[in-house]
């Protein structure tokens, strides 16, 4: 009986109880989860485990439970969510990795109190791919070990630890094996039922690594054709919109290939808002416009460069450096196509950095390698006015013609003259801010404020940098810097410092967007 299966019996049965509440909620968790309402699901299972708890408690003795209902399993199904909409959903790494793992350790036997049809496990597994996909295959290998797994045979749990070594085989290069394990499954009266729609895009996947993206489209459409004859299917929402991004991506590839014309592709392509409300579909999201940016099917602008350079970010800040990585070479190949130095350096350092934090590197570093090609063939920087006039040549620029970038571009090349000019390292801070790159901006604004703290509008020009991007830590630097110049007759009292902070704070900076 797989999970989906044991909630739908389960939920059944606490109906058949009285227990309508605790019914929807033990269905609507795991709904809401594919769907990444993180907000709900922490709400609704604080709700459920309540009630829940009370039902235990109320039922007394062991025998005097109703096994898989008001026992153990479906406490521990009601608690299993919030870390798994985070993992899953959320896409986090390292942010989620000591609760998971902690969670996890404190999981009971399979059958301790009744086969359980979740496990933190697995979700464990899920966090450390999420963390380093291609890195952390041994370690997973050992969490998935028969070892490890004995026990979970017989329970709801158990596909998704079965699909989880086959992901595992695709992150191992062993694409083919992973196709040859789900076919088998294929075969069997039950496979089909027990894997299900996760199973049919883990098969994709492994299609996709192996270059068969006909076939891989084949499935799709199978099971697109399945879902409109199931009507009453939770997941038909979230089903189809994996399904779309999936297309997408497949398409957008065919597309480079000259194997599909651009308008497919681009016709079940998702929306950015879609794209923004759901973390882990990104990266398919990226790819696919990457691929028909290259098509000149979709346009290349520094909107777009901002798109990906926020969730490029999104996933450093869970800890995902792996994804994180792979979105800022996008989003440097993205702009060095557009001829921006300037945001395709920042965002070929961001991945280099991030990179560092990676094993099985050697596929990663050669995107790497090329994407600092492409910069290097980027024309120098023409100045469109003299340095200390460049601010009063981009304030005249029409409003409906500003780019972002190429007012960074001219920002820099004047800063390349004039380093501590405190007007062009504010002018720096704001354009920096609206292209999510000012971390990148900060570096030249810490230079000046350390070598002059006395300058108040350049240190508040770089407080509103870090409170732009959640920095408490540069604040405390910041502060910490100021005051000591204060000590040394170089600037304001620590006092001043401090009330001109709360002023920046009141006068409500940008904050960064996830």
């Known amino acids: 009986m797989p999970m989906w299966t044991w909630a739908g019996e389960t939920s059944r049965r606490l109906r058949a109880a009285g227990q309508i509440e605790l019914a929807e909620g033990v269905t609507a968790l795991p709904v809401l989860c594919e769907a990444g309402d993180a907000v709900r699901v922490e709400a609704l299972a604080r709700s459920a485990l309540r009630t829940a708890r009370r039902l235990v408690a109320e039922a007394g003795s062991a025998k005097a439970e109703v096994p898989g ?13 919030p870390l798994a909409v985070r993992v899953g959903a959320l896409a986090e790494g390292r942010r989620a990795l000591t609760q998971v793992r902690a969670a996890s350790a404190d999981e009971p036997g399979p059958h301790e109190h009744g086969p359980l049809p979740v496990s933190l496990r697995e979700t464990l597994v899920r966090c450390h791919a999420n963390v380093d996909a291609r890195g952390t295959c041994e370690l997973r290998r050992d969490l998935l070990s028969a070892r490890s797994l004995a026990g979970w045979e017989r329970t709801p749990a158990w596909p998704a630890f079965t699909l989880a070594r086959v992901n595992l085989l695709i992150d191992e290069d062993l694409a083919d094996r992973a196709e040859a394990e789900l076919r088998r499954y294929e075969h ?6 027990v894997l299900g729609a996760d199973g049919v895009f883990t098969l994709v996947r492994a299609l996709r690594h192996q270059d068969k993206h006909t076939q891989a489209l084949e499935a799709l459409d199978r099971m697109e054709a399945e879902l409109a004859l199931d009507e009453a299917n939770p997941r038909r929402e979230a089903l189809r919109r994996r399904i779309r991004f999936e297309r997408a991506r497949l ?14 592709a681009i016709t079940p392509l998702p929306t950015v808002e879609e794209a923004e409300a759901h973390p882990s579909l990104r990266p398919a999201w990226v790819e696919a416009v990457e691929n028909l940016v290259c098509q000149g099917a979709v346009r290349n602008d520094w909107r777009l460069g901002v798109r990906v350079t926020t969730w490029s970010r999104y996933f450093e800040r869970v800890g995902a450096p792996r994804r994180g990585a792979e979105l800022a070479l996008a989003a440097a190949r993205l702009a060095a196509g557009r001829g921006a130095r300037w945001v395709a350096s920042c965002s070929a350092q961001r991945a280099e950095r991030l990179i560092g934090e990676l094993g099985r590197t050697d596929e ?3 995107d790497l ?5 492409m910069i290097g063939a980027i024309p ?8 200390e006039h460049i601010l009063e040549f981009l304030r005249a620029q029409p409003s ?3 780019d972002p970038e190429f007012q960074a571009e001219q920002v820099n090349c004047a800063l390349e003259g004039i380093p501590h000019d405190t007007p062009l ?22 230079r000046h404020v350390r070598e002059r703290p006395g300058d108040q509008r350049a240190a508040l020009s770089l407080l509103e940098t870090l409170l732009h991007d959640n920095d408490t830590a540069g604040v405390r630097n910041l502060v910490s810097t100021l005051a000591a110049g204060a000590l040394n007759g170089a600037s304001d009292t620590e006092a001043e410092v401090r009330t001109a902070a709360v002023r920046a704070v009141l006068a409500g900076a940008p904050r960064e967007a996830s």
């Open 69 to 81: 209902v008001f026992g153990a399993p479906t406490l521990f199904f009601l608690a299993h969510w």
């Open 188 to 193: 069997t009266a039950t496979g089909p039922a």
């Open 251 to 264: 398409l957008s590839w065919l597309t480079r290939l000259g194997q599909c014309e651009p308008r497919e």
């Open 364 to 366: 990663i570093l050669g």
């Open 369 to 373: 390698v090329e994407v600092r090609e």
């Open 380 to 387: 120098p920087i023409t100045p469109a006015a003299p340095a």
């Open 400 to 402: 409906d013609e500003v």
């Open 425 to 446: 390292l504010s002018a720096l801070g704001q354009v920096g801010r609206t292209l999510m790159l000012s971390d990148a901006a900060t570096e030249p604004q810490w």
